[in-house]
Every structure is written in structure tokens, then in C-alpha cells.
Nanobody
Framework: QVQLVESGGGLVQPGGSLRLSCAAS????????MGWYRQAPGKERELVAR???????YYADSVKGRFTISRDNANNTGYLQMNSLKPEDTAVYLC??????????????WGKGTLVTVSS
């Protein structure tokens, strides 16, 4: 079994910064892709950023130039650095990862999410 746990969310003023963390635990052999999604009330879930096993990245146009995704493979942890935050960034941010376990079973996993509120 694999668990993903997000942390780092909270209340921040417009223009501020936050760093989200996603810690994966369990019988992990490797993590291929890791991504961050967000979902605001009444809106569809949106892919914010993804990072591949070799470090290639994707960003949604709405966050490009402001957010940076990274990963620490030795600790099975992903990060999302969020700068120049705007009120429209307010959402529950969810971590997603494709994980291969030591039994060689690959599956897509989701964390429960962490709330980011950007408001003055």
C-alpha cells in the first residue's frame, strides 16, 4: 500500500509565496510521474504542474512563470513552489503520483489535498 500526504497549505496574502510538499510512503520501488492538481469550489479539477522521472516539467498556462515543481527522489517527495500568488489560486491542491511498488505493481495514487487560500 502507498500513501501520499500533502502539507504546506494555508492562508497567504496576494503576492505572497507558499511551498507545498507531497510525501509518499509505503513499499515504493520507484515513482514515475508526480503532479499537482487543484480544485476550487464549483470548478473542475485542473492539472497545475507535472514532473517526470527524468525531470521534465509541464505547467498550466495560468501558473507558468510563477510556480515551480520539483522532486527529491531519495526521499520520495515532491514539491510545488508557488510565488506571486493570486486570489484565483485559491483551491484545494492535490498530489498525484504513479508509483511502482516493490512487488512490481504500478498504480496511480492521490493524496487527500491541502487547502491554499489567497486573500487579503
Amino acid at each position: 500500500q502507498v500513501q501520499l500526504v500533502e502539507s504546506g497549505g494555508g492562508l497567504v496574502q496576494p503576492g505572497g509565496s507558499l511551498r507545498l510538499s507531497c510525501a509518499a510512503s509505503g513499499s515504493i520501488l520507484s515513482i514515475n510521474t508526480m503532479g499537482w492538481y487543484r480544485q476550487a469550489p464549483g470548478k473542475e479539477r485542473e492539472l497545475v504542474a507535472r514532473i517526470g522521472s527524468l525531470g521534465g516539467t509541464y505547467y498550466a498556462d495560468s501558473v507558468k512563470g510563477r510556480f515551480t515543481i520539483s522532486r527529491d527522489n531519495a526521499n520520495n517527495t515532491g514539491y510545488l513552489q508557488m510565488n506571486s500568488l493570486k486570489p484565483e489560486d485559491t483551491a484545494v491542491y492535490l498530489c498525484n503520483a504513479y508509483v511502482v511498488t516493490i512487488s512490481l505493481r504500478g498504480m496511480d495514487y492521490w493524496g487527500k489535498g491541502t487547502l491554499v487560500t489567497v486573500s487579503s
